[in-house]
């Protein structure tokens, strides 16, 4: 079974880290500085976290996956973000988690996981969630490729 995670990752210097794994294999990163004096901890993360047989094991045809499972993902996002908005949230070290509500499509699926490495509320959890939700592709796109093509 494939596992695809998108991650976003936030420092506490405002530095912020995205990519894409293919089980073991980055595929897919990206780095955006901080401002002021540097300090690497994480504030929070978002990942996006795709498995099953229908994520395809080549890295090209995986990445073209994430963007055809956009719809799916902003569904998924928007969902945990509503629910964090509605039902509040007790910060804990344990991170959020947020499965899919829809019937799983082509043998796979979606699992939204968040953790905040400080306290702030519901709704700002949430405007992380919708910002992820809102750059998805445009995010995908600035990435640099890690792989390979893989031959014809």
Same mark, same amino acid.
């Given at each position: 079974?494939?596992?695809?995670?998108?991650?976003?990752?936030?420092?506490?210097?405002?530095?912020?880290? +995205?990519?894409?794994?293919?089980?073991?294999?980055?595929?897919?990163?990206?780095?955006?500085?901080?401002?002021?004096?540097?300090? /690497?901890?994480?504030?929070?993360?978002?990942?996006?976290?795709?498995?099953?047989?229908?994520?395809?094991?080549? =890295?090209?045809?995986? %990445?073209?996956?994430?963007? !055809?499972?956009?719809?799916?993902?902003?569904? *998924?996002? *928007?969902?945990?973000?509503?629910?964090?908005?509605?039902?509040?949230?007790?910060?804990?070290? !344990?991170?959020?988690?947020? #499965?899919?509500? *829809?019937? =799983?499509?082509? !043998? *796979? $699926?979606?699992?939204?996981?968040?953790? %905040?490495?400080?306290?702030?509320?519901?709704? $700002?959890?949430?405007? %992380?969630?919708? !910002?992820?939700? #809102?750059?998805?592709?445009?995010? %995908?796109?600035? +990435?640099?490729? $890690?792989?390979?093509?893989? /031959?014809?």
């Amino acid at each position: 079974m494939a596992k695809l995670i998108f991650y976003r990752q936030r420092r506490v210097d405002g530095g912020t880290r +995205m990519g894409v794994r293919l089980a073991d294999l980055a595929i897919l990163r990206r780095f955006e500085p901080g401002r002021g004096e540097r300090n /690497p901890i994480m504030a929070w993360f978002v990942d996006v976290r795709c498995t099953g047989s229908g994520i395809p094991e080549d =890295p090209d045809a995986a %990445i073209r996956w994430l963007f !055809d499972a956009s719809a799916r993902v902003a569904r *998924s996002l *928007s969902d945990f973000a509503d629910h964090l908005r509605r039902e509040g949230v007790t910060l804990d070290i !344990d991170p959020l988690q947020w #499965d899919e509500a *829809s019937q =799983p499509e082509d !043998d *796979s $699926e979606i699992k939204i996981v968040c953790l %905040i490495n400080r306290r702030i509320d519901a709704e $700002e959890i949430a405007a %992380i969630l919708d !910002d992820v939700r #809102d750059h998805w592709a445009a995010r %995908i796109q600035q +990435m640099v490729v $890690e792989h390979e093509s893989s /031959p014809a």
